[in-house]
T-cell receptor, first 116, second 115 residues
Framework: DAGITQSPRHKVTETGTPVTLRCHQT?????MYWYRQDPGHGLRLIHY???????DKGEVSDGYSVSRSKTEDFLLTLESATSSQTSVYFC???????????????FGPGTRLTVL | AQSVTQLDSQVPVFEEAPVELRCNYS??????LFWYVQYPNQGLQLLLK??????LVKGINGFEAEFNKSQTSFHLRKPSVHISDTAEYFC?????????????FGGGTRVLVKP
């Protein structure tokens, strides 16, 4: 357990509504990530953050925004949810394990989002 | 940019039999390689990683993987599987100097261990 929690764990919403998912860490790590998991695609990076108010896009960022106003929280927002955003969303943190090359990502338990 | 291909989407295997999960990657730069496991309804857990050094890497739960640079492969093996190894396995790659330490994942291989 790397001290990562995600909320909510499950959510059902309707097309066109805004949705915010929260990732919370307890260990003050600088890097945080949001991925989505879809069958056959593995995990794909949506956005990541390298510090408070410092974020960058991943490979599937369209339709998503993120915010990080404090180190421990990384929020993912779907401004207007669509059925194609039905997925399982994972948050991850980067944990340094010695030198810069030796770091690992630890994953949260996931949020299952269904957009009807 | 990197890409990862897991050649088998599903692998059924009998308990106590060996299993090999295949992973090939493409990259124009040096890479670090990872295998993650996802048990049903859980997050991902790191099984093992290759950063440098010996090309044979041992991980948790009796798994090992071999890095083959000429074949751009990082296949995962276990000599004798248990029912509890039923899970989905993901191969991932990260460029050695990737901005943001971003991981690129393969599509996953679902392993079903039968009694």
């Amino acid at each position: 357990d790397a001290g990562i929690t995600q909320s909510p764990r499950h959510k059902v919403t309707e097309t066109g509504t805004p949705v915010t998912l929260r990732c919370h860490q307890t260990e003050n790590h600088r890097y945080m990530y949001w991925y989505r998991q879809d069958p056959g695609h593995g995990l794909r990076l949506i956005h990541y953050s390298y510090g408070v108010k410092d974020t960058d896009k991943g490979e599937v960022s369209d339709g998503y925004s993120v915010s990080r106003s404090k180190t421990e929280d990384f929020l993912l927002t779907l401004e207007s949810a669509t059925s194609s955003q039905t997925s399982v969303y994972f948050c991850a943190i980067r944990v340094a394990m010695g030198t810069g090359a030796y770091n690992e990502q630890f994953f949260g338990p996931g949020t299952r989002l269904t957009v009807l | 940019a990197q890409s990862v291909t897991q050649l088998d989407s599903q692998v059924p295997v009998f308990e106590e039999a060996p299993v090999e999960l295949r992973c090939n990657y493409s990259s124009s730069v040096s890479v670090y390689l990872f295998w993650y496991v996802q048990y049903p309804n859980q997050g991902l857990q790191l099984l093992l990683k290759y950063l440098s050094g010996s090309t044979l890497v041992k991980g948790i739960n009796g798994f090992e993987a071999e890095f083959n640079k000429s074949q751009t492969s990082f296949h995962l093996r276990k000599p004798s599987v248990h029912i509890s190894d039923t899970a989905e396995y993901f191969c991932a790659v990260r460029g050695a100097v990737a901005a943001g330490n971003k991981l690129t994942f393969g599509g996953g291989t679902r392993v079903l261990v039968k009694p």
